[in-house]
């Protein structure tokens, strides 16, 4: 009668077990990395991972995430390396669906560079701030030059303006043939005018 009752208990359990569904391992597809910054895709969404230098512990590593509408990737390279060129008087603020980036410029050593400043679940009092980037340290980020560059760029799909007008124009006048499958008659001719 144990042995019974312990065979019961065991595919008992062994059923039990069975209930546990292995999820599929979806990876990350990295563009670009510099040091403690790097930009990374999962089919349309990109993530930046960086180290959270505003913290007392050097191991906190923090990311924001957003999916590539209308080019957005290449859309903040383009507002990125423009702010190298023509440093912007403040931040620049970009609003994504779960938090708050700001795009802060400062020369350091004379050399401009760049340093994400994220408000964390969009509240000011959880700040995260990634390490201040340099020109080339951005482009090696966003895989320039390289092979991975065309992971974003091929994203791009523009949607069409809400107010465009797709047809002809209402006023325009168009000419069609005749319903009826009569030859067209030969113009009149015109009278001769004597020398």
Request: glycine share 6%.
């Amino acid at each position: 009668m144990k042995k019974i009752i312990l065979l019961f208990t065991f595919c008992i359990g062994f059923l039990a077990f069975s209930q546990i569904k292995v999820l599929k391992n979806e990876t990350l597809v990295e563009i670009g990395k510099e040091n403690s910054v790097g930009l990374y895709k999962k089919e349309n969404r990109f993530t930046f991972n960086y180290q959270d230098i505003n913290t007392s512990n050097l191991n906190t590593f923090r990311s924001f995430s957003f999916n590539d509408v209308n080019g957005d990737v290449s859309d903040l390279y383009k507002m990125i390396s423009d702010g190298f060129i023509d440093e912007p008087t403040g931040n620049i603020t970009l609003e994504l669906p779960n938090d708050i980036i700001e795009l802060h410029f400062e020369k350091n050593y004379g050399q401009p560079t760049m340093q994400f400043i994220q408000y964390i679940n969009k509240n000011k009092k959880y700040v995260g701030k990634s390490q201040f980037l340099t020109k080339k340290q951005i482009d090696k980020i966003f895989g320039i030059g390289t092979s991975k560059e065309n992971m974003y760029k091929k994203a791009v799909v523009k949607q069409p303006a809400v107010n465009t007008v797709t047809s002809a124009p209402v006023n325009t006048v168009q000419t069609t043939a005749p319903e009826h499958s009569q030859p067209a008659k030969a113009p009149a001719k015109t009278k001769k005018t004597r020398k």
